[in-house]
């Protein structure tokens, strides 16, 4: 039923312009499934690797699509176990982790069509489709999105009290409507960043005024509570010479950095902070998740890679308390709900995310509705956006 029997991987643009991998997976009963992969800009020192999209499809046509070809797309281990035998390595750095994590995608959806499911249910069983995540949309941006901005990556929209996923996608695009009238009124010109937030000129610090100011006018208008949450992305923040954080003109040594955040937290009320701090720094991860950990989520995304390893070294040092699933990050799906589940059994939250570069691809909705995520990041507005927020309403709206 289904047995696949051709897979075709052609390039095509992502929503910076550049070439990915898309990748399309045939059963032999009629299945059809289409995933693409998407591309990272802050990408961590650890992840798998991405190969230019022509290598990476010319050597996955090579190595992975003979291994493919009568294998059950259903049985998604074993999938993903032909694309890792393709491969050979531990990185995907042979066939390239994006047209592994393409056709990971296309075999799930495959399946999912074969069997009549939508694609959350075969992921993640008949008990799914009733709880929803929290979508953190990027509503003020720069770091590697966009020069000239912010030094902090992302400022996150985090409408927590929304009664529905509906609600509260629009709640986030509302945010997104009052930061431009914010900016406006303080006369501050804004174009957008990679993701679609606003990539305004501004100090961090009247970043989190804007920001705020935002939320709370939000706020009043929808009745249910929203606060906000960060992407820090401290990886790219962090000179290794000179051993500090590097804000332009400012430095912060590790100590300062966990004082800064922690005094953030405690200032905005923060219900979320990714990356904190450096990808390599479990220790500082773990002193600030023990001063905040209790009233916010400290999540690891640098840090943790979608990698079990990676994250099983957290969770025995104490290191943050949720974890970021991107699945390119690791190149398949097995590896992202192995991933999810270990962070399950150690209580630690889980976030599912899109990238930076992104595709209309929706796999990361039914994937967050699929492994029961309580939160999903994938922006605000913008077509490669809100093709994954519009699924997660229409997956809504299907459940009942
Ligand atoms: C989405 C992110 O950006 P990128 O895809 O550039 O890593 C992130 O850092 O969480
Ligand atoms: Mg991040």
Request: hydrophobic share 40%; with cysteine.
């Amino acid at each position: 039923m289904t047995r696949i029997t051709g897979v075709s991987l052609r390039r095509v643009l992502d929503s910076r312009g550049n070439p990915t991998v898309e990748a399309d997976v045939l059963t032999e009963s009629g299945g059809f499934g289409r995933g693409a992969a998407p591309s990272g800009a802050s990408t961590g020192e650890y992840e798998a690797i991405e190969l230019p999209a022509g290598e990476s499809i010319a050597k996955a046509r090579e190595h992975a699509v003979p291994r493919l070809e009568g294998l059950y797309a259903g049985d998604q281990r074993a999938v993903d176990a032909a694309l890792r035998a393709a491969d050979g390595t531990d990185d995907f750095s042979n066939i390239g982790a994006n047209s592994a994590v393409a056709i990971s995608m296309a075999a799930a959806k495959a399946a999912a069509d074969v069997l009549g499911a939508p694609l959350y249910q075969h992921l993640g069983g008949a008990f799914r489709g009733e709880n929803f995540p929290v979508p953190l949309g990027n509503v003020v941006g720069g770091g590697e999105h966009a020069k000239e901005a912010t030094h902090i990556q992302e400022f996150l929209a985090a409408p927590v009290g929304a009664p529905s996923v509906s609600e509260a996608v629009f709640a986030n695009a509302a945010v997104h409507a009052a930061v431009a009238d914010v900016l406006d009124e303080r006369g501050v010109p804004a174009a957008k960043g990679d993701e679609g937030a606003w990539a305004p000129p501004i100090s961090d610090a009247d970043a989190f005024e804007v920001v705020d100011e935002a939320v709370d006018r939000v706020e009043d208008e929808v009745g249910f509570e929203i606060r906000f949450g960060l992407d820090m992305a401290a990886a790219e923040l962090y000179d290794d010479d000179r051993e500090a954080y590097v804000y332009g003109d400012e430095a912060k040594s590790t100590d300062e950095q966990i004082e800064y955040v922690a005094g953030l937290v405690d200032e905005y009320d923060l219900a979320y902070v990714e990356d904190p701090l450096d990808e390599n720094d479990y220790e500082a991860f773990a002193a600030l998740t023990d001063r905040v950990g209790d009233r916010t989520l400290i999540c690891g995304d640098d840090l943790f890679v979608t990698n079990v390893e990676r994250l099983r070294e957290g969770i025995d040092a104490g290191a943050a308390n949720s974890i970021l699933i991107k699945p390119n990050q690791i190149g398949t799906l097995s590896d992202a709900f192995d991933a999810v589940e270990l962070a399950a059994r150690n209580g630690y939250e889980t976030v599912i995310s899109h990238r930076s570069g992104e595709t209309e691809d929706t796999t990361i909705a039914h994937l967050a509705v699929a492994t029961d995520a309580g939160f999903i990041k994938t922006g605000t507005v913008g077509g490669e956006r809100t093709a994954k927020l519009n699924e997660l309403i229409r997956i809504a709206d299907d459940a009942v």
